[in-house]
């Protein structure tokens, strides 16, 4: 019944004030929609590149042979490290921590033909483990190069988007015939379209995959130019890289310590770098939206205190009658938190309005913006706190009034 | 006409063991503003007995609305020792003060201090609302009061739409709602017209023939006169008391 009080109160406020209490909604409601949209759009930014990043692959290192950089076992320093598809596989079999691995032999000179057109492009030779863990994924009615396709060392090709719509345009790719090097390969599939920031020999959509064994055979390669593997957890990478060094040592005579005989780049590190990056940034919006929706709450408190000025009286008399000082405290505090939840869920509505109207077109460079359970509880509890704070300053000026100073206004 | 009114508070015997309801002594009220310091009242005694009419006279600034504010609980004294019904009301907290504003007092002030913007009805309900009164009680509660005072037909009329003799029967009514042990009343025919002022002292009148207990400062020799005990304040002090 209190509350009923409080309530009809609150409805004659904003009756007999109907522009006062649009201004002030206007600012908690305008100060919501910010923070809510600034977080929003830094989860959506996030999720887009986590999601380019992943595009390259999840949790793989990407390892190139190269030369020793330490004299070790009698061997002098500047020496080649050659690794086969042998060594990989002894790799595998000594170190548990892997879960994939590839080798990956490269070529940039081969002429691919369809009709009359003509590309030079990018292409792999790797076996059906590459496409998981690069995140290989083919449209419908495709696939990658698979374990048949190596043993048996098929003429198959895996295209990227980018290469299928060059050499086909908008036909059906799977099943017809790409001349490489005036060899017909027949295409088994085509790259789903993907986000990826980063790669090491160009961007997948411009290149083509063929099975390793038939790469080998065809273009004569002993050697792997790169190797690919892939760990279970982000945390093991550091523990495997060091067995996968250990291992290649073992088989090439180097030393484990040498940094320089295979290079690699551990992926996870970009993610980890995305990851401090995005939450400073996320860090940033928030106390930018926040610092707009703290406006907003000084507006509000603002007016509160117009209000005790104006109820002065009213005040008074109802502590004459027995109001106790915490049903005046109430009373203010009733109003503030409903003014400030009405201006939140406006605000919160509107967000979401323009989350779920956000252009497509956008989306693309900024991804997508959502409004998720954690962005909610933000900005709900940002916005109690300062409804909470807004009222409680005039609810104590309210509720230090003297009653008799204030009735005899 | 207030028979229903009735609420013990009239027995004096109930009221601490010699029967005073209000028992001043020595109240001193002092007001320090900046360099100037005023004196409002300066050693009052007064006793007032459950049942009693009392009316309080005396020129403006005599220290009449501060005695009065004082036994209201409305205002601390500076000095001296005010007991309510025996009990040392300086020891009150905040709290304990609204509560005793809220049961044991109802105040009837010159301007009325009809809260505008809610009906009599509302207005009668509100010392019932603090008090935690249940919804239901507290509505049927507010008719019989708004009844006795003759307003059963004004009772969903906004404070504008009254004469000033309803207003301050309102006023009355809602002073009442609690049934408090005392009535204090700070001019309350003051901004009313003669008749209407008649009438209000008829209220009074009948209030105290059931058994209240009146404080009742006025400038009105009419009340003056039907108070049985007339206090006369001067200079914040007691000059005359018969």
């Not at chain 2, 009313?192 to 059931?210: C, K, M, N, P, T």
């Amino acid at each position: 019944m209190t509350f009923r009080h409080y309530l009809l109160q609150l409805l004659r406020d904003v009756r007999s004030q109907k522009l006062r209490t649009f201004l002030t909604l206007f600012g908690i409601v305008w100060g919501t929609a910010a923070v809510t949209l600034m977080l929003a759009f830094g989860q959506g930014l996030h999720g887009k590149l986590i999601a380019s990043i992943k595009g390259l692959g999840e949790n793989i290192v990407i390892a190139w042979p190269s030369r020793t950089s330490k004299a070790w076992d009698g061997l002098g320093r500047g020496r080649r490290i050659r690794v086969t598809d042998e060594d990989l596989e002894k790799v595998r079999r000594e170190v548990p921590l892997i879960t994939r691995l590839s080798g990956e032999y490269s070529a940039w000179n081969l002429r691919f033909r369809v009709g009359r057109k003509v590309f030079i492009p990018g292409m792999s030779g790797t076996n059906a483990e590459f496409g998981v863990m690069r995140n290989l994924n083919p449209t419908t009615g495709g696939r990658f190069v698979d374990d048949a396709d190596v043993s048996h060392r098929r003429r198959v090709v895996f295209l990227g988007d980018k290469l299928k719509s060059d050499l086909f345009g908008v036909d059906e790719a799977v099943g017809s015939e790409v001349v490489i090097n005036g060899v017909p390969f027949v295409v088994i599939g085509v790259l789903a379209e993907k986000d990826q920031d980063s790669s090491y020999n160009n961007r997948d959509n411009d290149r083509a995959n063929l099975p390793a064994s038939t790469f080998k055979a065809m273009y004569n390669r002993a050697y792997v130019d790169n190797f690919v593997f892939q760990v279970a957890e982000r945390d093991d990478a550091v523990a495997a890289k060091k067995e996968v060094i250990a291992s290649l040592a073992r088989t090439h005579r180097f030393d484990p310590e040498d940094t320089e005989a295979v290079g690699m780049w551990d992926t996870n590190e970009n993610l980890e770098f995305m990851d401090t990056f995005m939450l400073g940034f996320r860090l940033f919006l928030g106390i930018v939206g926040t610092l707009t929706l703290v406006v907003g709450g000084i507006g509000v408190s603002n007016i509160m205190h117009v209000v005790v000025e104006e109820r002065t009286k009213e005040i008074g008399l109802k502590m004459a009658l027995g109001a106790k000082r915490r049903f005046v405290v109430g009373q203010i505090l009733f109003e503030t938190l409903a003014l400030t939840a009405i201006g939140g869920v406006l605000g919160l509505g509107i967000a979401w309005t323009v989350c779920a109207s956000f252009p497509a077109a956008a989306i693309e460079y900024v991804g997508s913006p959502v409004i998720s359970a954690q962005v909610a509880t933000i900005t709900t509890g940002v916005l109690g706190l300062i409804g909470f704070l807004a009222g409680f300053f005039p609810a104590r000026t309210a509720a230090s009034l003297d009653p008799v100073e204030a009735l005899r206004l | 006409m207030f028979g229903h009114f009735g609420n013990g508070a009239g027995n004096g015997g109930k009221n601490g063991g010699n029967g005073a309801l209000v028992e001043l002594a020595g109240i001193r009220k002092v007001y320090e503003t900046g360099p100037v310091t005023v004196e409002a009242l300066s050693g009052v005694d007064l006793t007032l007995r459950a049942g009693e009419f009392v009316s309080v006279v005396g020129p403006s600034g005599s220290g009449k609305s501060t005695l009065m504010n004082i036994v209201g609980c409305l205002d601390t004294p500076t000095g001296g020792s005010y007991r309510l019904k025996g009990e040392e009301v300086g020891r009150f907290t905040l709290d304990r003060l609204a509560e005793v504003r809220n049961r044991r007092i109802g105040f009837v002030f010159q301007n009325f201090n009809l809260l505008p913007q809610l009906s009599a009805f509302e207005n009668v309900e509100l010392p019932l609302l603090f008090a935690g009164m249940a919804t239901r009680a507290r509505r049927e509660r507010a008719e019989e009061l708004l009844t006795e005072v003759g307003l059963a037909d004004r009772m969903r009329h906004k404070p504008t739409e009254l004469s000033g003799g309803q207003m301050q029967r309102v006023a009355i009514a809602r002073a009442l709602a609690c049934r408090p042990d005392l009535i204090l009343a700070d001019e309350p025919t003051g901004n009313l017209d003669s008749s209407s002022g008649r009438d209000i002292l008829h209220v009074f009148e009948d209030l105290w023939q059931a058994g209240h207990t009146l404080l009742v400062i006025t400038h009105d020799p009419a009340i003056a006169q039907r108070a049985p005990r007339s206090v006369t304040v001067e200079d914040g002090r007691i000059v005359a008391d018969n």
